[in-house]
């Protein structure tokens, strides 16, 4: 597992721990619209935070290793990078959502973003 060591493998499990952490954090910030639309707002709040819990747990190695070969602003576009491609698929397939040009704009921007921050060093 060679693709795991050094800078570029710090960035590997950066990007792996920050996906999955995204799952987590779409989902509490999100999902309570579908699944708890009934309950009053304040059930919703306390499942969100039991969901956000594993987000955290999650975000904050990933972040601390992504650290360690991103600069600041890199780590920080790289997490809405991964965001929006989390965000699509669960607001599409989770909350049916109908998938628009929007999304496609929205993530060409990103993209931008990423150009930017990443076209010089690591330590920009």
Same mark, same amino acid.
């Given at each position: 597992?060679?693709?795991?060591?050094? +800078?570029?493998? #710090?960035?590997? $499990?950066?990007?792996?721990? =920050?996906?999955?952490?995204?799952?987590?954090?779409?989902? /509490?910030?999100? /999902?309570?619209?579908? *699944?708890?639309?009934? $309950? +009053?707002?304040?059930?919703?709040?306390?499942?969100?935070?039991?969901?956000?819990?594993? %987000?955290?747990?999650?975000?904050? +190695?990933?972040?601390?290793?992504?650290?360690?070969?991103?600069?600041?602003?890199?780590?920080?576009? =790289?997490? %809405? #990078?991964?965001?929006?491609?989390?965000?699509? +698929?669960?607001?599409?397939?989770?909350?049916?959502? $109908?998938?628009?040009? *929007?999304?496609?704009?929205?993530? =060409?921007?990103?993209?931008?973003?990423?150009?930017?921050?990443? $076209?010089? &060093?690591? &330590?920009?």
């Amino acid at each position: 597992m060679s693709f795991l060591a050094g +800078p570029q493998g #710090a960035v590997v $499990r950066a990007v792996l721990l =920050l996906t999955a952490s995204n799952v987590f954090m779409t989902f /509490a910030w999100y /999902a309570h619209l579908k *699944d708890l639309s009934g $309950r +009053p707002w304040w059930i919703a709040a306390f499942v969100s935070w039991g969901v956000a819990l594993a %987000e955290y747990l999650l975000q904050v +190695p990933a972040n601390r290793i992504g650290y360690t070969a991103l600069s600041l602003g890199q780590l920080k576009i =790289l997490q %809405e #990078a991964i965001a929006l491609t989390v965000f699509v +698929p669960f607001a599409v397939l989770y909350m049916k959502q $109908r998938l628009t040009l *929007d999304y496609l704009w929205a993530g =060409l921007c990103i993209l931008g973003a990423l150009y930017f921050m990443f $076209r010089g &060093s690591a &330590s920009g």
